[in-house]
């Protein structure tokens, strides 16, 4: 638990940004640390509690990235603390990959108990989501007997390499890093925002439109159906800038696997564990996945990635894929905890009627904001897309880096994401005053970008 208590108003900016520490800090980091960490702003965080962020020159700040959607329960909620310090002081390691506790079970148990597909099921736990997104990779593989994958253009599953061939939101995340893992084609993701300009009749038909190109003309030409392995989807466009998959588009990736016998994979791991007012954002659409791979928010700020599969689908034996340190005990207490918490304080009912206030305060920026081009979400996954020209959708990140800025020298914390998205996603816990003032600070801070 954090050493002093945060104040509960705004944010509170002591000194001028970044501060005196913070500038050594910064400087320090730029000797020793890697270049390709990617940094939008000098904040050099000490403490936190619940939405506030204390940084190491005294100012507090609303943390409205949730550390990139991992802090679900916010920062040090007292009972993921409690748990992590009792699971520290009784068992810190001792290799899930060659022995055997109770809390692996214990939480592959809950896991099962809210997954999106019906069971039985296998749980697999690594360290991150990109590790995840590996093991669901390999054994997307392993059970078909197949070698090839489809994924999207926008998607981003990782960096490690074979994540990264999943990847493709940015040119910079491959540049220099070929050859990767082969037999990976990517196609378009429905972005209906910049796809079509008509109603949901011609949303959906975009939509359809785009998964049905897999069948009608990528399996008619290049890609024999039954050599394909797994699709891989994000419902939700995390790093692609926040883009939800319609229904249908979903629906029908669903019945192209079933047709062909191929495993439909979906990556929550942004958009899962209650992010969207859901466990999984893949249930708002009614489709259910075979595998689904997910980190991030699970242990609220631990490092724990998993992937839970039909268990007819991990079929793989002893020695085919492993981890040293995936399923740490104390990871796994932390979040054992995390589910307690949002399931006990109501933050699935949270994340759904805070997302909604906010998008309802937001409804009108499009008219209101002459670089507001979209407002779009669900629960608190809510990106805000910063145009040049609204008749041509141009990209704008020089706008959106710019509200970033002013935002943070304000004392609220927001990433972008995308070509020039900004992300709303802060802990699900987040409370309505904090938002009013993080939605008064970030309308503050378009009106002065845009000028």
Same mark, same amino acid.
């Given at each position: 638990?954090?050493?002093?208590?945060?104040?509960?108003?705004? !944010?509170?900016?002591?000194? *001028?940004?970044?501060?005196?520490? #913070?500038?050594? +800090?910064?400087?320090?980091?730029?000797?020793?640390?890697s270049p390709s960490y990617t940094r939008s702003y000098p904040m050099v965080a000490k403490r936190g509690r619940g939405l506030r962020v204390e940084d190491v020159d005294g100012n507090e700040f609303l943390d409205f990235s949730a550390g990139i959607a991992v802090t679900s329960?916010?920062?040090?909620? !007292?009972?993921?603390?409690? *748990?992590?310090?009792?699971?520290? #002081?009784?068992? +810190?390691?001792?290799?899930g990959t060659d022995f055997y506790y109770e809390g692996m079970v214990t939480l592959a148990e809950r896991l099962s108990n809210i997954a999106p597909m019906p069971g039985p099921h296998k749980i697999y736990y690594g360290n991150s989501g990109t590790e995840a997104v590996e093991c669901a990779l390999k054994l997307a593989r392993y059970h078909t007997k197949r070698q090839n994958i489809i994924a999207f253009f926008g998607a981003f599953h990782g960096r490690t390499m074979g994540a990264l061939s999943l990847t493709a939101s940015k040119p910079q995340q491959k540049r220099r890093f070929a050859p990767l893992v082969p037999g990976v084609t990517h196609v378009r993701y429905p972005d209906v925002y910049r796809g079509c300009e008509g109603g949901a009749q011609d949303a959906d038909a975009f939509a359809l439109g785009c998964a049905r190109f897999i069948e009608d003309k990528l399996f008619k030409t290049t890609l024999p159906p039954e050599e394909v392995a797994a699709i891989f989807v994000e419902p939700i466009q995390g790093e692609g800038g926040y883009v939800i998959a319609p229904t249908v588009f979903m629906q029908e990736l669903r019945r192209i696997c079933d047709r062909h016998g191929i495993l439909l994979v979906v990556d929550e791991v942004q958009s899962g564990v209650g992010r969207t007012g859901k466990w999984w954002s893949v249930e708002h659409t009614g489709v259910q996945p075979d595998i689904v791979c997910s980190a991030k928010g699970i242990a609220s700020g631990m490092p724990l990635g998993v992937v839970i599969s039909k268990a007819s689908v991990m079929d793989w034996v002893p020695g085919s894929?492993?981890?040293?340190?995936?399923?740490?005990?104390?990871?796994i207490a932390a979040a054992l905890a995390t589910l307690d918490v949002i399931e006990r304080e109501g933050l699935l009912r949270n994340s759904i009627e805070l997302g909604n206030y906010m998008m309802s305060r937001m409804a009108g920026w499009?008219?209101?904001?002459?670089?507001?081009?979209d407002v779009r979400g669900r629960g608190l996954m809510i990106g805000l897309e910063m145009v040049k020209d609204k008749k041509t959708k141009e990209y704008a990140p020089e706008i959106r880096d710019r509200v970033v800025e002013l935002a943070f020298e304000r004392g609220v914390l927001f990433l972008g994401c995308g070509p020039s998205t900004l992300r709303i996603a802060p802990p699900?816990?987040?409370?309505?005053?904090?938002?009013?003032v993080a939605i008064d600070v970030l309308e503050e801070c378009i009106?002065?970008?845009g000028k």
């Open positions: 638990m954090p050493a002093k208590t945060l104040t509960a108003a705004g !944010p509170q900016i002591k000194t *001028a940004l970044p501060g005196p520490i #913070a500038k050594q +800090i910064v400087r320090d980091d730029d000797k020793y640390i329960t916010g920062h040090c909620h !007292p009972h993921v603390v409690e *748990a992590i310090q009792k699971q520290a #002081a009784e068992l +810190i390691h001792m290799s894929h492993a981890s040293t340190f995936g399923g740490n005990p104390v990871c499009t008219s209101k904001h002459k670089h507001v081009g699900l816990v987040v409370s309505k005053e904090e938002a009013d009106a002065i970008a």
